[in-house]
């Protein structure tokens, strides 16, 4: 059993791969480095043992991708392929639109040709847009993106949803993740930003290395219990876990799914830096900045349907999020 990974080599991919190859499977990798580097993938044959395909190809190269079903029996893909930084997104809403949208149409586009119909999506808790009230549930309604990359997932589900509607060989699952951290326990992968970090845990962990100076708490006047927001963080190899269980769903029947990958869990973020001094026994050096545009006060899951349809639940707590977080950043002090 082949599964094309695209963008395996990045986060979330990576993880995923080894969980992947933990349980069995073949993998072949595909991924442009935009956002990764060749060494993860030398991580993950080390951690896991086990040898697998890669290929350097972008996924809007449909020349290129085709050779690769050609050439490689694929039984399903697992999709994390695209760009993900929402505040880049608004600076760069030509390049988002063609990269998640054009580079997923591609793909969807060579499967079919190559008769392989299977497909789980990288999703994101942002489809549900800010009206929705937590805990989140897939029956809610979705929509209302206030920024260009989140408007490529909605678009996204619309897209896959479609075209499962039209021809129901398909087999599709759509992964809404809530905030992925943490890493591999062996602190050999895990998440490798360019530049400044976007989002919370990078940056904290950034903080305790002494790379940075100090975090910026945006806003503490929210309504919640301590006035920062408060969000729903997922240790990225539960996330990983909850590919294979996906996979295993897509692959033995022709339906399509959507399912909520969170703890059901929300954590402020003075209670993740509480957590993560903890853990690593480091200071964290922060202040109180005003609000970021666009975020909300708080955005958990409800897990319930990923339980109950697919027996999968996030194991690891917010404790062993910030241990793991911590290892990776004080053994790769820069990254890979
Ligand atoms: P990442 O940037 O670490 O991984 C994405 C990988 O895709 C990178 O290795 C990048 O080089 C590759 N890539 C990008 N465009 C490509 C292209 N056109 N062709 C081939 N490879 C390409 O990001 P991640 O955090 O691992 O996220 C994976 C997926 O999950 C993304 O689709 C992201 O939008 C989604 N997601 C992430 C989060 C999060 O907080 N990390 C939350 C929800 C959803
Ligand atoms: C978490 C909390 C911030 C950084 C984003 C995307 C979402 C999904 C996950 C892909 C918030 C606060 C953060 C900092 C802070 N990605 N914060 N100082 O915004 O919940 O979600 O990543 O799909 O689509 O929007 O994650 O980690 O940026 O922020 O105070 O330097 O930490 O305000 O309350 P977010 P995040």
Request: hydrophobic residues 35%; glycine residues 10%.
């Amino acid at each position: 059993m082949s599964i094309l990974v695209t963008g395996g080599a990045g986060y979330i991919g990576s993880h995923t791969c080894i969980e992947l190859l933990n349980a069995g499977y073949e993998i072949v990798v595909v991924d442009n480095f935009y956002n990764s580097k060749r060494e993860s993938l030398n991580r993950i044959a080390e951690l896991s043992g086990k040898e697998f395909t890669f290929y350097e190809c972008d996924i809007r190269d449909a020349e290129g991708m085709d050779k690769i079903f050609k050439k490689e029996k694929i039984d399903a893909v697992i999709h994390f392929a695209g760009l993900k930084a929402v505040g880049e997104s608004c600076q760069k809403p030509i390049e988002y639109y063609d990269n998640n949208i054009g580079g997923t149409l591609t793909l969807c586009d060579v499967m079919r040709n190559n008769g392989c119909k299977k497909i789980v999506f990288s999703s994101s808790a942002t489809v549900y847009g800010s009206n929705n009230v937590s805990p989140l549930k897939e029956t809610m309604q979705t929509g209302g993106t206030t920024n260009p990359y989140g408007t490529t997932k909605y678009m996204i589900e619309i897209i896959l949803s479609d075209i499962y509607k039209s021809d129901n060989e398909w087999s599709i699952c759509l992964l809404r993740y809530f905030n992925p951290i943490g890493a591999h326990k062996s602190g050999r992968i895990g998440e490798d930003p360019n530049g400044i970090p976007n989002n919370l845990m990078p940056f904290i962990t950034q903080v305790a290395i002494g790379k940075r100076e100090c975090l910026s708490v945006f806003g503490n006047d929210y309504d919640t219990p301590d006035g920062t927001g408060v969000r729903d963080y997922i240790h990225v190899v539960d996330l990983a876990l909850g590919h294979v269980k996906a996979l295993g769903r897509a692959l033995s029947g022709n339906t399509l799914d959507v399912y909520n990958l969170g703890t059901g869990t929300g954590y402020s973020v003075l209670d993740v830096v509480n957590a993560f001094e903890k853990a690593s026994g480091v200071k964290v050096n922060y202040k109180i900045v005003d609000r970021r545009p666009g975020d909300i006060a708080t955005c958990y899951s409800d897990p319930t349907k990923a339980f109950e349809e697919l027996g999968w639940k996030a194991e690891r707590g917010i404790e062993e999020m910030c241990e793991d977080s911590w290892r990776w950043q004080s053994q790769n002090p820069n990254g890979y």
